[in-house]
């Protein structure tokens, strides 16, 4: 199975940037699409961002223009830029990983998930 591990959360404040980083273990790493997920105290987890294995990256409309995906195959790594951050992008941040190639902003089709980091933007 893989194993993915992310790190990067922390508090910062609106306006800000963080970056996380998904570490993945496991070979063919490059064959999975990749994907972040947020949860918010109250909401249901939404998506974020994705990267298809051999194709495109998109985004939330609610991210779009601020965050930014990216990988890095050689490391098994998967990242996510966040700029302008605001204090409603406040959640617990998960990546997860799917043998797919779907353009689907749905949790169900990612097989392996992460353990989430923490981010908190203050107002």
């Known amino acids: 199975q893989v194993q993915l591990v992310e790190s990067g959360g922390g508090l910062v404040q609106a306006g800000g940037s963080l970056r996380l980083s998904c570490a993945a273990s496991?070979?063919?790493?490059?064959?999975?699409?990749m994907g972040w997920f947020r949860q918010a105290p109250g909401k249901e987890r939404e998506f974020v961002a994705a990267?298809?294995?051999?194709?495109?990256?998109y985004y939330a409309d609610s991210v779009k223009g601020r965050f930014t995906m990216s990988r890095d195959n050689a490391k098994n790594t998967v990242f996510l830029q966040m700029n302008s951050l605001k204090p409603e992008d406040t959640a617990v941040y998960h990546c997860?990983?799917?043998?797919?190639?779907?353009?689907?902003?749905?949790?169900?089709?990612?097989?392996?998930w992460g353990q989430g980091t923490q981010v908190t933007v203050s107002s």
């Open positions: 997860a990983a799917r043998l797919g190639r779907a353009r689907t902003t749905a949790s169900t089709p990612y097989d392996y």
């Open positions: 990267m298809i294995s051999g194709g495109d990256t």
């Open positions: 496991g070979r063919t790493f490059s064959s999975y699409s």
